[in-house]
Nanobody
Framework: QVQLVESGGNLVHSGGSLRLSCAVSGMTWDYYGIGWFRQAPGKEREGVACMDTSDGNILYADAAKGRFTISRDNAKSTVYLQMKDLKPEDTGVYYC?????????????????WGQGTQVTVSS
């Protein structure tokens, strides 16, 4: 059974940086992609970044381009989301999730397994 555990969320000032981690365990799929999503209070969940683990192809949402970087450490079975120049509008619960397909997508309906989330709060 695939399990995802996020960590690294925190309270930071505007302009600060954070690195989120997503530890993946129980993965038996032959191919999959992994993504980061976030959900602010009263708003819908939105995709931030994703990676096709079969070829390393990456997709970023417009709000993440130039500030966020998704990466992975295969030895640690961990995917990271490095965030810099954080803004108050980046505040929310950040989730990692996996989908069983080739390619990249930030459509949440494609994702089958989700972590429990980690809170990121950016103060102005």
């Amino acid at each position: 059974q695939v399990q995802l555990v996020e960590s690294g969320g925190n309270l930071v000032h505007s302009g600060g940086s954070l690195r989120l981690s997503c530890a993946v365990s129980g993965m038996t799929w032959d191919y999959y992609g992994i993504g980061w999503f976030r959900q602010a209070p009263g708003k819908e969940r939105e995709g931030v970044a994703c990676m096709d683990t079969s070829d390393g192809n990456i997709l970023y949402a417009d709000a993440a381009k130039g500030r966020f970087t998704i990466s992975r450490d295969n030895a640690k079975s961990t995917v990271y989301l490095q965030m810099k120049d954080l803004k108050p509008e980046d505040t929310g619960v950040y989730y990692c999730a996996v989908y069983r397909a080739y390619g990249v997508t930030l459509f949440a309906v494609a994702y089958e397994v989700w972590g429990q989330g980690t809170q990121v709060t950016v103060s102005s």
